[in-house]
């Protein structure tokens, strides 16, 4: 037979312990990641322009950057979700079921955000993060994918190539957005 061990309070104190300072750590990375979005409160009205191409320039200095709505969505499924934008702790925009938007940002670290404006009470929030170090003159495209099918809709945020990028513009109206009072 072959013997148990007995665990004590002297064992597992330490272990609670490092579980506990784990979750704590993670508890407190959250509230800084989403330091990268807006105010909680701040709701946009967007509309998309169709056939609305501007050939954006990076501005001397600057780097410009598009976000791109890819809205995925299951057969039947009437929905329009309005996704904001945010950089470095400030809402830049919003796009709405797949439009795009694209803003100016200063060369180095970045962090961008994005988050699902007005999702339905039974969805959880849906926040997405990433960062980036932009070069002056240079052009860069993220995706922020809401995909709707199955039990929970995600949001996914990730940086593409340029040639996709064109591409998911090309087939994208413009975001026309303004901030609700």
Aim: charged letters at 20%; proline letters at 8%; glycine letters at 8%.
């Amino acid at each position: 037979m072959t013997a148990t061990p007995i665990v004590g309070v002297k064992n597992i104190l330490p272990l609670i312990l490092l579980a506990s300072a784990a979750f704590a750590a993670d508890e407190a990375t959250v509230p800084s990641a989403k330091a990268a979005c807006g105010p909680d409160n701040a709701r946009f009205k967007v509309k998309a322009i169709q056939g609305q191409r501007p050939a954006a320039q990076p501005q001397t200095g600057k780097a410009l950057v598009y976000v791109v709505e890819d809205h995925i969505r299951k057969p039947g499924d009437i929905g329009k979700p309005t996704i904001r934008v945010g950089v470095d702790g400030s809402w830049i925009g919003a796009n709405r079921s797949t439009s795009y938007l694209f803003f100016a940002v200063d060369p180095g670290e970045h962090h961008l955000c994005t988050d699902w404006q007005s999702a339905p009470g039974w969805i959880s929030p849906k926040v997405s993060l990433t960062s980036f170090t932009a070069d002056a003159g240079k052009v860069y495209y993220f995706r922020a994918r809401v995909v709707v099918g199955g039990t929970t809709p995600t949001l996914d945020l990730e940086p593409i190539n340029s040639d996709e990028g064109q591409l998911l513009i090309t087939n994208s109206p413009l975001s026309e957005y303004r901030r609700k009072k």
